[in-house]
């Protein structure tokens, strides 16, 4: 086989070689049936086995957690965005955002659009480059929900703790951190996540709610936005995208075969501390994004002294090997994302590259 790229795309993102090759080996025939997953019907007893093991194993992760549903959409995390308005925000009531940065603002733009809307907290001033200090979250008078954006992937923060909300809803679009770490389900009404990044290819949304949140929606409300179809229909009103399913259900086996939630977490601390210490010790060479206190275990943030100099690093390491460490095209800089599935290998190969550009342009 040849060679594997080091591969720290922001999404879609590495998926672990060991789940490819799982599913390549049963890509044809898929466990006796003569026929791929993707070309049986998704209402018969193989796929929907499939579909429930998924939900199973997501709850497992989480610590079965009771009075939870598991539901897989369409539409990206950014259709999320608006069913969470369209579904939750009432009359009289106002939608709380925190805003830390480019996909908070996107969510907190869709809410706009429905009805009232809050900022209970913003970084903006920081040039989104901290999280706000639980303490500084302040909600309106009637708050529908509170909606905050556990890792910004475009700035480089994450949130180490989460607000207790009491009987507010707490929604988190978790997108791009999601199972990387152990964190306490029970805070949250519901956590989202487009499944591109840490769960699966893309065209999957995963809804992880308390059935009493979502049991109920508005009777004005299109069918497929509502998330009570989705509830009553055990996620399979319409075809569901059932290749991308089962990869996440193969990806949560491999997050178990890891050490669930606590093993994950383990690794990407070590990760994300190879890339840090490299960024740290770099006597300024290299210049972290974000506040120390807010950066990302999943996507590490870092500047060069010049824009010529960064376009040279991403040359360079494309030379290398590298792919997928510029920057995103709203703030430029270099970015790295080490998501679940990115190995340690990858990491270890770009601080040695990191040094050795250093040493040579430094
Ligand atoms: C990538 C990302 C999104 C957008 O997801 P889509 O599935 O492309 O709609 C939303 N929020 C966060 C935090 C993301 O990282």
């Known amino acids: 086989m040849s060679k594997r790229a080091y591969n720290f795309n922001a999404g879609p993102a590495a998926l672990p070689l060991e789940v490819l090759k799982r599913a390549q080996a049963e890509f044809v025939d898929f466990r006796g049936t003569g026929m791929s997953i993707m070309e049986m019907s998704h209402r018969g007893a193989v796929y929907e086995s499939v579909h429930n093991e998924a939900q199973e194993r997501f709850l497992a992760l989480l610590g079965n957690p009771e009075g939870y549903k598991v539901l897989f959409?369409?539409?990206?995390?950014?259709?999320?965005?608006?069913?969470i308005p369209m579904n939750f925000l009432g009359q009289g009531q106002q939608a709380n955002y925190v805003m830390t940065g480019s996909w908070a603002t996107k969510a907190y733009k869709e809410a706009k659009l429905i009805g009232e809307t809050?900022?209970?907290?913003?970084?903006?001033?920081?040039?989104?480059?901290?999280?706000?200090?639980?303490?500084?979250i302040s909600l309106s008078d009637n708050p529908a929900y509170l909606h905050i954006t556990s890792n910004e992937t475009i700035g480089g923060t994450q949130y180490k703790e989460f607000p207790d909300t009491a009987s507010v809803p707490l929604i988190c679009d978790m997108s791009s951190d999601i199972l990387s770490r152990p964190f306490d389900i029970n805070q949250f009404g519901m956590i989202y996540a487009g499944a591109q990044k840490n769960l699966g290819p893309s065209g999957v949304t995963v809804v992880i709610a308390k059935e009493g949140?979502?049991?109920?929606s508005p009777k004005h409300l299109p069918t497929m936005l509502r998330y009570n179809t989705h509830v009553s229909?055990?996620?399979?009103?319409?075809?569901?995208?059932?290749?991308?399913?089962?990869m996440i259900n193969e990806v949560l086996k491999w997050i178990e075969e890891q050490g669930g939630l606590e093993g994950m977490h383990n690794y990407n601390r070590?990760?994300?501390?190879?890339?840090?210490?490299?960024?740290?010790?770099s006597e300024g060479f290299y210049r972290g994004c974000a506040d120390e206190a807010s950066r990302s275990d999943m996507n590490v943030t870092f500047r060069l002294a010049s824009e010529e100099l960064e376009k040279e690093f991403i040359k360079a390491s494309e030379q290398e090997g590298f792919v997928g460490l510029k920057g995103h095209r709203s703030v430029g800089g270099l970015r790295a994302s080490i998501y679940n599935a990115a190995p340690l290998e990858s990491c270890q190969a770009l601080v040695d590259f990191m040094k050795h550009f250093k040493q040579t342009r430094g």
């Open 270 to 281: 070590k990760k994300a501390s190879l890339l840090y210490n490299m960024i740290d010790g």
């Open 73 to 83: 959409l369409q539409g990206g995390a950014s259709t999320q965005f608006a069913m």
């Open 233 to 246: 229909n055990n996620s399979l009103y319409n075809t569901p995208p059932s290749f991308g399913i089962y």
């Open 118 to 136: 809050h900022i209970a907290a913003s970084t903006e001033e920081d040039n989104y480059m901290s999280i706000p200090k639980l303490s500084d």
């Open 213 to 216: 949140l979502i049991a109920d």
